[in-house]
C-alpha cells in the first residue's frame, strides 16, 4: 500500500505537472518573443525577477491544488467536497481580498 501523504503528494504533484504542460509552452513562446524585443532592455535583474514571479504563481497553483486534493479526500462524498470547496473559493478569493484592505485602512 501507499501511505496517504504519498497518495496525496502525487495527487498534487499531478495537478501541477497537467497545469505546466498546457502553461509551459505559452510562457517559453512569450519568453523568446520578450528576450528578441529590442525596445526594452532585459538585464539579469528583470529576468530573476520574472523568474521569481513564476516561481511564486506555480507555487500558489500548488497550494491551491494541495488545497483542492486535500479537502477532496477528506470530504466523505463529492457533494460534500464541491461545498467545502466552493465556500473556501468564496472565503479565501472573493471576500478576503476585499476585506483585507478596509482592516489595513
Not at 66 to 80: F, I, P
Request: overall charge positive; proline content about 3%.
Amino acid at each position: 500500500g501507499t501511505s496517504w501523504a504519498a497518495w496525496l503528494g502525487g495527487k498534487v504533484l499531478a495537478l501541477v505537472v497537467a497545469a505546466l504542460a498546457i502553461v509551459l509552452p505559452g510562457t517559453l513562446i512569450v519568453a523568446a518573443v520578450l528576450a528578441a524585443t529590442r525596445d526594452v532592455a532585459w538585464t539579469s535583474d528583470a529576468w530573476a525577477r520574472t523568474g521569481a514571479l513564476a516561481l511564486a504563481h506555480v507555487a500558489y497553483f500548488a497550494v491551491c491544488a494541495l488545497l483542492g486534493v486535500l479537502v477532496s479526500a477528506v470530504s466523505r462524498t463529492s457533494r460534500d467536497a464541491t461545498l467545502a470547496l466552493v465556500g473556501l473559493w468564496l472565503a479565501l478569493w472573493v471576500i478576503v481580498p476585499r476585506v483585507m484592505p478596509a482592516i489595513g485602512a
